[in-house]
Structure formats: C-alpha cells, structure tokens
C-alpha cells in the first residue's frame, strides 16, 4: 500500500504535460485548434506541437499566442506535427516562425499549395514528404538548403525554387504525377542531389542556372526534356545525372568555358577532362578517340530507347557498371583487335548481341596471335557468333567470356593442354551442341579436364587431310631415309609402325 501512496505521489509531481488520444505529441497547452509546446518562458517562444487529424481547411499558424500571463512567439513547427493530417487544404504561417521539423506536414493528401514566406529559416527532412496533390510550390527567400525528401512525391507543376537555395538535396522535388514543365535553377543553387528532380516526365526545358555539383539521377527521368546544356559552372559529377532522360534527348552541349568537362560536336555525350570518361551518353553516342572509358550508369538511358548504335573509339579501357538500354541495336568500333583489351564490368553486348567493325557484323573470332588472356565477359551476349579459334599462347579465359553465346558451332583449339575454363565461359547450348576441334592426339587433355569436358562433340583436327599412307608389298619395309619421330617429338627407330613423322610429313607406316 505505501508503495502505490508513493507512486502517486510521484507522479503527481511531474510537469503537466497532456497527451490526448487524437494526438500523439507531448505539448504544454491547447489554444484554439492546435497544441503548443513551450521552447522558452524567458524568451516567450512556443512551437506548434500538432492539431487535431479530424480538422479539415487551412492550417492557421498565428503569430503570437497568449496563455496565462504570458504572450508567446510562435517560432516553429515540430516533427510531425501535422503528418497525416487528411483534410488539410492550405497553411498559413505566422510571421515569426522560423523553421519547419521533419515531416511536420507529410502524408496530407489534400494539401494542394505551399508559400513558404521569407522569414521561414529552415525546413526538416520530409517536411512536406507524400503531399500526392500537392501542384504549387513557392518557397522564400530566407531558406538556404532544400533537404532530403523535403517535397517528395508531390504532384508539383507550379515551382518556384527561393534565390537563396544553394543545397537540393536527395529527393527533394521527386514528383509522382504532377505535369511540371520546367526547371529553372537560381543561381544561387551550387549542390544538386541524388533524383532531386526525378520524374519529371513532362518536363521540356532545364535550367541548370550556375549549378557547381551534381549527383546521379539528378535529372532523372525527364522523358520529355530535348536538349541539355551544361553550364561552365559545373565542377563535379558523380555519377550520370541525367539517367533515363534517353528517348527524347538529341542535343547535348557544354559550354565551352567548362574547365571539367566537354561534348565534341555529334558526340551526344559528356566525357570528363580529367578522367577522359563519358559521364552521361545519350541516344546515338559516338565517342570521339581519346575517350578511355565508360563510367558507372553513363548508358542508363532507359528501355524507351530503341534502335541505338552506340560508336566506340579503338581508345576505350573500361566499360563499368551500366543499365544499357534493352533495345540496343548494335555496337560499333573501328578495330577488333582493341576489344580484348577493355576490363568489363558489364557489356553492352548483353543488350545489342551485335558488334561491327565498320559496317562488317562479326560473326567469326579467331584471337590475334599477341592476345595472351581474354577477359570476362568479353564477348557475352553476342547471338550471332558462329565460330571462335584460340591460338596455343592463350594462357587464360576468364568468366562468362562467351556467355550467353548460344549460336557458336565450332570452337578450334591449338592447344596441347588447354588453360583452365569456368562453367560460365560458355552458355550449356555451346557444350551441348558445338563441335570441339582440338590438335590430333589430345583427346584425353580436354575430355577430362575441368569444363572442356561438358563438350558433347570433340573432334581431333590434322587426321584426315595430312597422313600420307606409304606403300607396301608384301611383308617388306618401306624405303625412308633420315630421322624418324612420334607424335610426341620423340625419335623413334624403322622398326615402329603407326603414325611418324618423317621429313616434316605425317606418314602411316604399315607391315603386312
């Protein structure tokens, strides 16, 4: 009993903040239709701690309110305080409010414009995050920075951006269904995130103002957007900002007083200065000599695209990770020989299946006599390869090299032993349905060695066309002269029969 006494007593003597079941946040007092909670007696300033969800119309926030003696400054609104609050149609705020907390006004279906007036300071992460009809947005000059999410999912087609924005953050205008068409930067902005503008499908003009740093997918999405202009300002981009805006976009340029990057005329792509990269390539890329890579996502162009020829130079090193699009057409490049020289993290061949020097397609491959490895995923996707001859120097093929290959008929090896292959070297139809031609005598080297063996049809090369039988009468040996060997090298006597090398020829030699 006396403990029950003292815990009341307890809590008793704790603050009287109130908890109601229609809203879940702690405030000080109710004025009106809203909660309140104190930030400071001395200073007199309160935030808005939320409101009641059944409440519908325009959110009030006032300037001031009075409770007890006192007169407060209301100065900001918390983190979800109004989040999934369904009826709300509008807000007004106060002129001494300062800043907004993380979803304060998130997930309100019904909100369909925001003025976000010049003495706001800040705004939260998510502030007006999944506001689905939201289509006017108007923000003041007092906000610095647009953080992550802050309009996501909006239906946005009235934007204007404050002129003192300097940070877009990641998903900051990501739109769902609105009909925004364009997009215009103040200057002030110099950081532009990750899909901050993503979406955007009806967008046809950007305006990138005197933007300084872009992050992949920037620009995601604009399906509409025709022609891209990348201002000198820019220093720095990581990734492709402006993946999947493929199918519409046929002008590319960069001002020619960007230090960091450039686009040579009909190359419809930005390759960076400093690495010699195509950061973003477009419908119809041709890359110009000098280019030695492509860079992550630079081909994420989108399944819209269809029909493309991507043109390499005989200068590209690297192709890494990319979404190349479905309907790639074909890959084109001046010299064959360059080709096994570039490290794959993807191929565009998976997607095109067909590569041309020139206007010839390949469909047989017989490696140069220098090409000592062949990389992964060299030639995987190609569908219409017929034929493949590796040379004896070969001392490695690597992963998925012919991989998904499946209308190669002949492999012709010149190996004695053959190097050690992967299952995926070649697609299972290749084991199952091409013909292996390997050096006359060395059946058991590749029936038994690793995946060489899953060959279903191996064949010795050498046999039928270069034995030359010798004549014999009788039980009489035939008439040679000089050094006698095997097959193995090894000099043999006149008294061995078989198959021998005499004076450079294949023989059979017989007795009867």
Same mark, same amino acid.
């Given at each position: 009993?006396?403990?029950?006494?003292?815990?009341?007593?307890?809590?008793?003597?704790?603050?009287?903040?109130?908890?109601?079941?229609?809203?879940?946040?702690?405030?000080?007092?109710?004025?009106?239709?809203?909660?309140?909670?104190?930030?400071?007696?001395?200073?007199?300033?309160?935030?808005?701690?939320?409101?009641?969800?059944?409440?519908?119309?325009?959110?009030? %926030?006032?300037?001031?309110?009075?409770?007890?003696?006192?007169?407060?400054?209301?100065?900001?609104? *918390?983190?979800?305080? &109004?989040?999934?609050?369904?009826?709300?149609?509008?807000?007004?705020?106060?002129?001494?409010?300062?800043?907004?907390?993380?979803?304060? &006004?998130?997930? +309100?279906?019904?909100?369909?414009?925001?003025?976000?007036? =010049?003495?706001?300071?800040?705004?939260?992460?998510?502030?007006?995050?999944?506001?689905?009809?939201?289509?006017?947005?108007?923000?003041?000059?007092?906000?610095?920075?647009?953080?992550?999410?802050?309009?996501?999912?909006?239906?946005?087609?009235?934007?204007?951006?404050?002129?003192?924005?300097?940070?877009?953050?990641?998903? *900051?205008?990501?739109?769902?269904?609105?009909?925004?068409?364009?997009?215009?930067? /103040?200057?002030?902005?110099?950081? @532009?995130?990750?899909?901050?503008?993503?979406?955007?499908?009806?967008?046809?003009?950007?305006?990138?103002?005197?933007?300084?740093?872009?992050?992949?997918?920037?620009?995601?999405?604009?399906?509409?957007?025709?022609?891209?202009?990348?201002?000198?300002? @820019?220093?720095?981009?990581?990734?492709? /900002?402006?993946?999947?805006?493929?199918?519409?976009?046929?002008?590319?340029?960069?001002?020619?007083?960007?230090?960091?990057?450039?686009?040579?005329?009909?190359?419809?792509? %930005?390759?960076?200065?400093?690495?010699?990269? *195509?950061?973003?390539?477009?419908?119809?890329?041709?890359?110009?000599?000098?280019?030695?890579?492509?860079?992550?996502?630079?081909?994420?162009?989108?399944?819209?695209?269809?029909?493309?020829?991507?043109?390499? /130079?005989?200068?590209?090193?690297?192709?890494?990770?990319?979404?190349?699009?479905?309907?790639?057409?074909?890959?084109?490049?001046?010299?064959?020989?360059?080709?096994?020289?570039?490290?794959?993290?993807?191929?565009?061949?998976?997607?095109?299946?067909?590569? &041309?020097?020139?206007?010839?397609?390949?469909?047989?491959?017989?490696?140069?006599?220098?090409?000592?490895?062949?990389?992964?995923?060299?030639?995987?996707?190609?569908?219409?390869?017929?034929? @493949?001859?590796?040379?004896?120097?070969?001392? =490695?093929?690597?992963?998925?090299?012919?991989?998904?290959?499946?209308?190669?008929?002949?492999?012709?090896?010149?190996?004695?032993?053959? /190097?050690?292959?992967?299952?995926?070297?070649?697609?299972?139809?290749?084991?199952?349905?091409?013909?292996?031609?390997?050096?006359?005598?060395?059946?058991?080297?590749?029936?038994?060695?690793?995946?060489?063996?899953? &060959?279903?049809?191996?064949?010795?090369?050498?046999?039928?066309?270069?034995?030359?039988?010798?004549?014999?009468?009788?039980?009489?040996?035939?008439?040679?002269?000089?050094?006698?060997?095997?097959?193995?090298?090894?000099?043999?006597?006149?008294?061995?029969?078989?198959?021998? +090398?005499?004076?450079?020829?294949? %023989?059979?030699?017989?007795?009867?």
């Amino acid at each position: 009993m006396n403990a029950i006494r003292l815990l009341c007593v307890f809590l008793l003597s704790l603050p009287s903040f109130i908890v109601t079941k229609s809203q879940t946040a702690v405030y000080d007092f109710e004025y009106g239709s809203l909660y309140y909670r104190i930030l400071s007696q001395s200073d007199s300033t309160i935030e808005v701690a939320g409101g009641n969800k059944s409440d519908n119309g325009t959110i009030v %926030i006032p300037d001031q309110v009075t409770h007890g003696d006192t007169a407060y400054y209301v100065v900001s609104i *918390a983190d979800n305080a &109004f989040k999934g609050h369904e009826y709300r149609s509008g807000i007004s705020f106060g002129k001494h409010v300062k800043s907004i907390g993380k979803h304060a &006004f998130a997930q +309100i279906p019904s909100l369909y414009k925001v003025v976000i007036p =010049d003495n706001i300071q800040s705004i939260g992460e998510g502030a007006f995050y999944y506001c689905s009809h939201l289509s006017s947005i108007h923000i003041g000059a007092g906000i610095d920075t647009i953080p992550k999410d802050a309009f996501w999912g909006s239906a946005v087609n009235d934007l204007v951006i404050g002129s003192n924005v300097s940070y877009i953050g990641e998903c *900051a205008f990501l739109g769902l269904s609105g009909k925004l068409k364009s997009i215009s930067l /103040p200057a002030s902005v110099k950081h @532009v995130g990750k899909n901050a503008f993503s979406h955007h499908m009806y967008v046809t003009s950007l305006d990138m103002g005197q933007v300084e740093e872009l992050e992949e997918g920037a620009f995601d999405g604009l399906l509409s957007l025709a022609a891209i202009h990348l201002p000198a300002s @820019v220093k720095e981009i990581n990734g492709n /900002p402006f993946t999947l805006c493929g199918s519409t976009l046929r002008t590319v340029t960069v001002s020619p007083d960007n230090e960091h990057f450039y686009s040579p005329a009909s190359c419809n792509a %930005i390759i960076s200065r400093e690495t010699n990269y *195509a950061v973003s390539c477009f419908v119809n890329t041709i890359l110009p000599e000098g280019v030695l890579g492509i860079d992550r996502n630079a081909m994420k162009l989108g399944n819209a695209v269809r029909n493309m020829v991507l043109y390499l /130079p005989s200068t590209i090193k690297v192709i890494k990770e990319n979404e190349f699009p479905m309907y790639l057409d074909k890959i084109v490049i001046p010299d064959l020989r360059n080709w096994y020289n570039i490290a794959f993290y993807s191929n565009p061949l998976a997607c095109a299946h067909r590569l &041309f020097v020139g206007d010839e397609e390949v469909t047989e491959i017989e490696v140069p006599e220098d090409v000592t490895k062949i990389y992964s995923r060299c030639f995987e996707g190609m569908k219409n390869l017929k034929r @493949v001859k590796f040379h004896s120097k070969i001392t =490695d093929i690597y992963f998925s090299a012919f991989y998904n290959c499946p209308n190669i008929i002949e492999v012709d090896c010149d190996w004695d032993v053959p /190097p050690i292959v992967g299952g995926t070297t070649f697609s299972s139809s290749v084991y199952e349905n091409a013909t292996l031609k390997i050096p006359y005598g060395r059946t058991s080297y590749y029936k038994y060695k690793d995946y060489w063996s899953l &060959f279903k049809t191996i064949e010795e090369k050498g046999l039928a066309d270069e034995i030359r039988p010798v004549q014999t009468i009788g039980n009489s040996k035939p008439e040679m002269r000089g050094a006698e060997y095997n097959l193995n090298g090894q000099r043999v006597n006149r008294s061995v029969k078989g198959l021998i +090398i005499y004076e450079g020829r294949k %023989i059979l030699r017989k007795f009867d």
